[in-house]
């Protein structure tokens, strides 16, 4: 069988974005294997993180709070947890070991899916002063932090100026969930997307091993 084709998609009203659409968006898995954003999500209730890039501190750490979440604690419940960077895909697996992270994730590196959705390519004016509760690092040890993994990693891991977005979508396809970021820390808290998908919340607080930089 032929691999699906990738196509450019012209950006969507910011208002909304249209499924059938999104569904045809090609994605590539950690071996840079092409799948159809449907097959990614098919059949479960997702929640569906869109991160900025692999080497942004904000991004890590986010990510390092879903890896709280160990698949085990899902079982039962159909429900999956699915990340998608900007990066090319072979970053993926380093990114997961840096950051424990087990559950799926995929790269749209020509960010086809992330224009389909609308989701900000640069930083939006906002007037939110909330402060994450994903995001341990001081904003002036943070940037010392992505500029040391820039020069370790060398390659650009995605692009420092897309915003991403949170989308949680049930097995029938209906969309019960959306929020397109207007800045890196204007990222939905992980425990309120857990009650839109009916899950327990989790206590970040609590000592959990993370590798760090």
Not at 13 to 42: H, M, W, Y
Not at 166 to 185: A, E, N, T, Y
Not at 191 to 202: M, S, Y
């Amino acid at each position: 069988m032929e691999p699906p084709e990738e196509v450019e998609i012209q950006r969507l009203p910011e208002s909304l974005f249209d499924l059938a659409t999104v569904d045809q968006c090609i994605l590539r898995d950690r071996n840079g294997q092409p799948t159809t954003f449907k097959s990614v999500r098919d059949g479960s209730t997702c929640i569906i993180v869109f991160i900025r890039h692999f080497v942004d501190y904000i991004a890590k750490e986010y990510v390092e709070d879903f890896s709280k979440i160990f698949p085990r604690h899902l079982e039962g419940s159909n429900v999956k947890i699915i990340v998608i960077g900007c990066a090319p895909s072979r970053f993926i697996a380093p990114f997961c070991d840096e950051t424990n992270f087990e559950h799926s994730m995929f790269c749209d590196s020509k960010r086809i899916i992330h224009k389909c959705l609308g989701l900000y390519d640069y930083p939006q004016n906002s007037l939110s002063n909330e402060v994450s509760p994903h995001v341990k690092s001081t904003a002036f040890s943070g940037f010392f932090r992505t500029v040391w993994r820039g020069i370790k990693s060398q390659v650009e891991q995605g692009d420092s100026l897309q915003q991403g977005g949170q989308l949680i979508i049930d097995q029938d396809g209906k969309i019960l969930f959306f929020h397109r970021d207007s800045h890196p820390l204007d990222h939905t808290p992980i425990n309120d997307l857990l009650h839109v998908a009916n899950l327990p919340r989790i206590d970040f607080l609590c000592n959990f091993p993370i590798k760090d930089v």
